[in-house]
């Protein structure tokens, strides 16, 4: 039997890494698409690099002759659409750049299936953010959009012409509406990220407070590891479903902050300012998934808990940084 081929758009970001590395255990041969730049960032996949069931290559969202190209010289199985400008505040500054990339890259991707082969099975990156100012609590499939940056209006239009492209051309094609999910591969400008990160930093006498928004701004935070998984579990039914992958549980960026600064002994009042720069023009204040379609359907369960989630990022924070030298 041949080896499964898989397409990763987004590779060198943290799903992109960890979905390869899981992809890669199961026996595929996976490709993974970057843009041509001078400043590719591969440190997330970089200890995957020497194995031979991964090839880099090169496509662009923006350019569907690239796309048809590397389907028809690679024949993946299974597409994985992950590539976005996923940073929300970045989306306010460069909307239309957000759009070509989050909502119209999702049709060029879908239109390449099309035209190359309509038997490959496609994965599209849903958002949370999608829900914006929410119409129920919790959030499920069936919940009404209700977008609240142009990030979340683009992942609108990219969930909805993957529906659209499933129903009209008998695709493969599945939406994960992923709630938030972390890890110490997350970027830094991400609050998870930037609350782990100065801890660390603190701890070591290297800074002695970290900015942040609003703080009573709540969140569904799970491990990116555990929901790459989903991912795949979707391509693996018999018929193509959108699904929330959530841990059904809120926490505010206040509660963040709690457990990460007092895992290493420290009261979080003392080193956290408020800053407003730092809040959104429209502010999402309420996000929290009912998983329950994904446990049923999928059988898929989130393994680490929320407190397990932030001291693990902190370990990791520390660790890097004492390996840096600092102590």
């Known amino acids: 039997m041949s080896q499964k081929v898989a397409l990763i758009t987004g590779i060198t970001g943290q799903d992109g890494s960890y979905l390869a590395e899981f992809l890669l255990e199961q026996g595929y041969h ?40 590397i389907l028809r010289e690679y024949r993946p ?33 879908l239109d390449a299936i099309r035209i190359v082969d309509t038997a490959i099975r496609f994965y599209q990156a849903s ?9 129920e609590v919790p959030q499920r499939e069936s919940t009404p959009f209700y977008p ?12 909805w012409i993957t529906v659209n492209y499933r129903e009209s051309y008998n695709l493969f094609a599945c939406s994960g509406i992923l709630f938030n999910h972390e890890s110490p591969r997350r970027g830094l400008e991400f609050v998870t990220h930037k609350v782990t990160h100065a801890v660390a930093r603190i701890k070591l006498g290297l800074q002695d407070e970290v900015r942040l928004g609003n703080l009573e701004a709540r969140r569904d935070w799970g491990y990116a590891a555990d929901y790459v998984k ?15 992958v959530a841990t059904g549980e809120t926490h505010s960026v206040r509660e963040l902050c709690q457990v990460a600064f007092s895992y290493v002994g420290l009261n979080y009042e003392d080193y956290v300012v408020v800053d407003e720069k730092f809040y ?9 998934g009912d998983p329950a379609k994904a ?33």
């Open 30 to 69: 996976v490709i993974g698409m970057v843009r041509r730049s001078s400043t590719v960032n591969f440190d997330r996949i970089a200890h995957l690099q020497e194995i031979d069931a991964l090839e880099i290559v090169q496509g662009d969202l923006l350019d569907q002759m690239s796309l048809i190209d």
């Open 77 to 109: 199985a299974e597409v994985y659409n992950l590539a976005a400008q996923s940073f929300v505040p970045t989306s306010w500054r460069q909307p239309v750049l957000t759009g070509e990339f989050t909502a119209l890259g999702v049709t060029r991707m």
């Open 127 to 135: 958002s949370s953010e999608m829900f914006g100012k929410v119409m």
């Open 148 to 159: 609240r940056s142009p990030y979340g209006v683009a992942k609108v239009y990219g969930h």
């Open 230 to 244: 989903a991912m795949w579990l979707m391509l693996q039914q018999n018929e193509p479903e959108d699904y929330v």
């Open 280 to 288: 959104r023009p429209a502010e999402v204040d309420l996000l929290i």
């Open 295 to 327: 446990h049923a359907k999928l059988g898929w369960e989130p393994s680490v808990t929320f407190e397990e989630l932030v001291h693990l990022m902190v370990d990791v924070d520390l660790e890097g940084l004492k390996n840096e030298g600092y102590s």
